[in-house]
Nanobody, 122 residues
Framework: QVQLEESGGGLVQAGGSLRLSCAAS????????MGWFRQAPGKEREFVTYITQIGTTNYAGPVKGRFTISRDNAKNTVYLQMNSLEPEDTAVYYC????????????????WGQGTQVTVSS
């Protein structure tokens, strides 16, 4: 049974930082591309970043230069370091796993965590 569990969300002031973690179990972690997505109230879930099985990364435009994704295959964990946070980053953040080629599409991922709330105050 695959489980993805996010942690590290919270309330932070604009300009601050947070580090999200996503611990995976029940899958061969190194064989999966891992993605972070977010969903703000009243909006669709959107791509934030992904990291491939070999460590190649891709970022959505609004977070490029501020967010960094990384993975530790020994710990079955993917991280999202978020710096220079803005109120527009407020959302529930989800990690997702996909075997095969990484994708920016929500529909491409079939394994999801429950999400962690990030709130950035102005």
């Amino acid at each position: 049974q695959v489980q993805l569990e996010e942690s590290g969300g919270g309330l932070v002031q604009a300009g601050g930082s947070l580090r999200l973690s996503c611990a995976a179990s029940g899958l061969t972690f190194s064989g999966y591309a891992m993605g972070w997505f977010r969903q703000a109230p009243g909006k669709e879930r959107e791509f934030v970043t992904y990291i491939t099985q070999i460590g190649t990364t891709n970022y959505a435009g609004p977070v490029k230069g501020r967010f960094t994704i990384s993975r530790d295959n020994a710990k079955n964990t993917v991280y999202l370091q978020m710096n220079s946070l803005e109120p527009e980053d407020t959302a529930v953040y989800y990690c997702a796993a996909r075997s095969g080629v990484a994708s920016t599409s929500v529909r491409a991922y079939d394994k999801w965590g429950q999400g962690t709330q990030v709130t950035v105050s102005s």
